[in-house]
């Protein structure tokens, strides 16, 4: 026998079931993505390694992890040249290995073909020394690459002539208005240790080694005039600007010492 509830005992049970039905499709819903960084950020936690795509240079991935290349070379127990290989595995953060000697590097192979403009990845043999438990120690001083100073430019130059439109902060550098097809020249002498599109946020970029502390890149280009191990002097035209997605058209620049980002406006000349 079927006993006829109360409309109103009725109608809080038919709440109650909607209730949870809806709470069951919230549960089940998809998360909505994080929104997509602008720029290249310094490792999080949850990063602790990078694979190796082709046209990734150890410059390019201590860049983008905002460490010091001679970091992240000691940490992986890679000797200068620095040479990595795609599908690489690079720890972004200690890993006990001692620091490599000149005497330790790979020999070389055939290159590959670069990809995006200039940035070649050799492959090398598989590194099957025993890692050390040991502390990590400081990299051993690296002969500097075509006579660079180990200190800083003895002068620095703007990279174009135009209005700062977004100034220095801990993960960035400055942004500079400017026509598109601007000619953007290197801001000191040096070689060049990027030039590609692998680096998310900065479109197509050019690194420059100035010496064994600090680099410059470049960003946001349209073309790039030069190739990863060209030696550049100060002045010279590396590429011609662009623009930035949703910002507009302009130049990201941008100065680290010891992988640890500098603001330009205290090196380069005022006015």
Request: proline fraction near 11%.
């Amino acid at each position: 026998m079927i006993t006829k509830l109360p409309d109103r005992c009725a109608r809080r049970l038919v709440l109650a079931i909607v209730v949870g039905v809806a709470a069951m499709l919230a549960a089940c819903a998809p998360r909505p993505l994080p929104p997509v960084s602008d720029l290249s950020r310094p490792v999080t936690p949850a990063e602790v390694y990078r694979i190796v795509r082709p046209g990734d240079t150890l410059y390019s991935v201590s860049w983008a992890a905002g460490v010091d290349f001679r970091e992240l070379a000691a940490w992986n127990g890679i000797a200068p040249p620095y040479v990595i290989r795609p599908g690489q595995r690079i720890s972004l953060v200690p890993t006990g290995r001692t620091a490599p000697t000149a005497a330790d590097a790979p020999a070389k192979t055939t290159p590959l073909p670069a990809d995006g403009g200039g940035a070649v990845a050799r492959p090398i043999e598989p590194d099957t020394r025993p890692v050390s438990t040991a502390a990590v120690s400081p990299p051993e001083p690296e002969a500097p690459a075509n006579n660079l100073p180990r200190g800083a430019p003895d002068l620095w130059n703007w990279p174009v002539r135009g209005k700062v439109v977004s100034g220095f902060s801990e993960s960035r550098g400055l942004d500079i208005a400017v026509a598109a097809g601007t000619p953007v020249k290197a801001a000191a002498g040096g070689q060049v240790v990027y030039a590609g599109s692998g680096l998310r946020g900065y479109g197509q970029l050019v690194i420059v080694k100035h010496s064994n502390e600090y680099l410059s890149a470049y960003g946001h280009n349209r073309k790039m005039l030069v190739q990863e191990g060209d030696s550049i002097v100060a002045g010279q035209v590396i590429a011609e600007s662009g623009s930035a997605p949703g910002r507009g058209e302009q130049v990201h620049f941008e100065i680290r010492r010891n992988g640890r980002p500098v603001d330009p406006m205290g090196l380069l000349p005022k006015g």
